[in-house]
């Protein structure tokens, strides 16, 4: 099992323009979560995803970001006309189906994502 | 409001030297606590939850809902537990399962 991989492991993107992060969670996992880490602070959570659902977004900001959790293929973490707030890394994490808070999340290693 | 803080951003001891790392929550209900931990150039991992009562590496974490605190602790600190650590926790069993972190705390220990 080669673990949460998440791609691009860095992405620079200029003002205005759309940035796409995507997570593939481990096999057998259902669950996906999305945070995000700015510059000298700890994750923030964004999005929790189940297959073909959205769960929980009260961390996604009101505008410019969208999360998806296809029936095939990854999670994808969209963002349109990124602003150089943006700039951070972001965490995908994925658990396996059941009791949701007990079960351990496992993490990817994370997309920086610049903007210049 | 949930929260987690962790007043250290930095702890730096010698090698050998007792460490514990502080955490204390801020919830009104029954949390789940975590600590997870991240070494350098490696994903986040967690390390230990307070659920399972066990210790990892040699490090401990006792839930204290009186003081809402969930320190770590480990008698003797070796060099390889130089890494940042996170306490986290989620909200118990009515919640998503997502994790509110704290700011992290860079443990540094030296030869």
């Known amino acids: 099992n080669a673990g949460v991989m998440q791609n691009p492991r860095h992405l620079v993107r200029r003002r205005g323009q759309e940035a796409r992060l995507r997570c593939s969670p481990m096999k057998g996992h259902s669950h996906v979560y999305w945070y995000r880490q700015l510059p000298e602070e700890g994750l923030k959570f964004m999005v929790y995803l189940q297959k073909e659902n959205i769960i929980d977004e009260s961390g996604m900001p009101k505008e410019r970001f969208s999360a998806e959790f296809p029936k095939e293929g990854p999670s994808i973490l969209r963002i349109q006309q990124v602003v150089r707030g943006d700039s951070a890394a972001y965490f995908c994490?994925?658990?396996?189906?059941?009791?949701?808070?007990?079960?351990?999340?496992?993490f990817g290693p994370g997309t920086r994502l610049t903007v210049t | 409001a949930q929260r987690v803080t962790q007043p250290e951003k930095l702890l730096s001891v010698f090698k050998g030297a007792p460490v514990e790392l502080k955490c204390n929550y801020s919830y009104s209900g029954s949390p789940e606590l975590f600590w997870y931990v991240q070494y350098s150039r490696q994903r986040l991992q967690l390390l230990l939850r307070?659920?399972s009562r066990e210790s990892i590496k040699g490090f401990t974490a006792d839930l204290n809902k009186g003081e809402t605190s969930f320190h770590l602790k480990k008698p003797f600190a070796q060099e390889e537990d130089s890494a940042m650590y996170y306490c986290?926790?989620?909200?118990?069993?009515?919640?998503?399962?997502?994790?509110?972190f704290g700011q992290g705390t860079t443990l540094q220990v030296k030869p």
């Open positions: 307070h659920i």
């Open positions: 986290a926790l989620t909200a118990g069993s009515s919640n998503t399962g997502k994790l509110i």
């Open positions: 994490a994925s658990s396996p189906p059941g009791f949701r808070s007990t079960y351990e999340q496992y």
